[in-house]
């Protein structure tokens, strides 16, 4: 995830397991009985499993081997949980110049369903260590950073395959290219065609302009990133509050009613550059960010693992994974 505050966003766009019965949950998060849903048991142990996959790849970073055979295991693992998956290949240049060849991965349940839900992530990695002191021009291996939305979603995706799925249609878009942003060391990056150019979050700008279904539409859509390190906080987004205040008290409300209010943390935080304002602005989708948000880190807002070597598997904590992907599970299966 490379991002950046939403105050500079202002600015930018003045330029340019077993199953159980459970009662469903209203908006105010309270629980009521006028009807029962089952909604499938979110397994961390797994989620943990995919993130580990991931991560012996090796980096994931656009052009190089490992992130063509992740991409490849993605769409085979997808495919194996019964979704009609899309693989969207396109190719976009970097700020540094060198050509990325992409792909967003799109797997879609219930696809004549006119109601949609959409779920997203990036399963690209930062190809620069940046914010560490030495080997700041090496990848990162992105456990948490595109790892754990990722690992999040396949789960999803898992139960969604193997249980009664919920009466609405969901798409669970993989983005590509996020976190080729600048290195820190650029000071004035470069302009495309004379206009400032925002070099992060590529394949959710490139889907919002070309979705996989011609005049695409969801109700509402969740973004998964940085959502496996162990104690983190998730704030009410600015940007997501700014575009999609009612998903955010949908989604906070879920949680407390399940018993995660030290994950989902009732106040706001600043708005940060991330897909989904991409999603928004372009694709006209109300779409929240689920992102970790420490206003006591000197790494921008993230937790210090933030784009450097400590983003690996000994950040990745299972009881956070619980509660991220149980909070979805709930709210796609209580639509």
């Not at 019965?21 to 309270?30: E, L, P, T, V």
């Not at 790849?57 to 019964?82: E, M, W």
């Not at 279904?213 to 600015?238: Q, R, T, W």
Request: net charge neutral.
């Amino acid at each position: 995830m490379g991002k950046v505050c939403l105050c500079l966003i202002f600015v930018w766009c003045v330029i340019l397991g077993c199953e159980s019965s459970k009662k469903s949950i209203d908006q105010s998060g309270s629980k009521h009985s006028l009807k029962t849903i089952t909604v499938p048991s979110f397994d961390s142990d797994s989620a943990y499993f995919f993130i580990q996959k991931q991560v012996d790849f090796g980096p994931r970073v656009p052009n190089t081997d490992p992130h063509k055979i992740c991409g490849a295991y993605l769409v085979a693992k997808l495919k194996s949980y019964g979704a009609q998956v899309t693989e969207q290949n396109f190719s976009e240049q970097a700020y540094d110049g060198t050509m990325l060849y992409l792909k967003n991965i799109i797997a879609s349940y219930n696809p004549k369903a006119k109601k949609r839900i959409l779920l997203a992530a990036h399963w690209d990695t930062r190809p620069f260590a940046d914010k560490d002191f030495e080997g700041r021009y090496e990848p990162i291996d992105g456990a948490n950073d595109g790892g754990s939305g990722v690992g999040v979603l396949l789960e999803v995706a898992r139960n969604i395959g193997k249980n009664d799925r919920p009466d609405i249609g969901v798409d669970i878009i993989l983005f590509d290219g996020e976190d080729y942003g600048e290195h820190v060391d650029v000071k004035d990056p470069p302009r495309k065609n004379g206009l400032v150019q925002i070099w992060w979050s590529l394949g959710s700008q490139y889907w919002a302009k070309n979705p996989h279904v011609p005049k695409y539409s969801a109700y509402y859509g969740i973004l998964l990133d940085m959502v496996g390190a162990k104690n983190a906080k998730f704030h009410k987004e600015g940007g997501s509050m700014q575009f999609a205040p009612k998903v955010v008290d949908r989604v906070w409300n879920t949680a407390r009613s399940l018993g995660y209010s030290n994950y989902f943390i009732n106040t706001n935080s600043p708005g940060i550059m991330d897909d989904h304002i991409f999603v928004n602005r372009d694709a006209k989708i109300p779409m929240v960010d689920i992102v970790e948000f420490d206003p006591n880190s000197p790494s921008y807002y993230f937790g210090d693992y933030h784009h450097t070597r400590k983003d690996n598997m000994s950040i990745i904590n299972k009881q956070t994974l619980q509660a991220v992907g149980e909070t979805v599970l709930y709210t796609i299966y209580n639509e």
